[in-house]
């Protein structure tokens, strides 16, 4: 696949996106997706090879799946930029891209970049506290097709 990525410096208040945006145009094949990082910010708010390969692999059919992407309720685990689950939103899925707090407003946004809101949403989910969590409800009245997690430490 192919990646262009382009950086605007950006100064901005207190609690809102970090002074260092890149915009990435991501290649899977037979689509593309805008992705926005935060390289300056944390750990999980950048892209890293297996995200990009798992997203690849899903986009470009490589992976043998049990059942259609369209259609399918898919929940990616430490999503930060979310590209695996874009790209899955993107196919057709129901997508819950989860992550700490502080990168639910960058997955927001690259569900935005893409239009992808009627498919994707994002939302917190702390693994320490998953029993108690608003997804561990929503699991027991709809159960997940695919569960997706790439460079997840």
Do not use: C
């Amino acid at each position: 696949g192919l990646l262009k990525a382009r950086r605007a410096e950006k100064k901005t208040a207190k609690n809102a996106v970090p002074a260092t945006v890149v915009m990435q145009e991501v290649d899977l094949g037979p689509f593309t997706l805008q992705i926005e990082t935060w390289p300056s910010f944390r750990l999980g708010s950048s892209l890293w090879p297996s995200g990009f390969l798992l997203a690849e692999a899903l986009a470009t059919g490589a992976v043998a799946l049990p059942r259609p992407m369209a259609g399918a309720s898919v929940l990616e685990l430490g999503a930060g930029p979310g590209l695996p689950g874009l790209a899955a939103a993107k196919m057709g899925a129901r997508v819950s891209l989860t992550d700490y707090s502080e990168l639910v407003p960058l997955m927001e946004r690259n569900i935005l970049h893409n239009q992808l809101q009627g498919g994707a949403k994002a939302s917190t989910l702390d693994w320490s506290q998953v029993s108690g969590s608003q997804l561990a409800s929503e699991l027991q009245r709809a159960p997940l097709d695919f569960i997706l997690a790439a460079d997840v430490v």
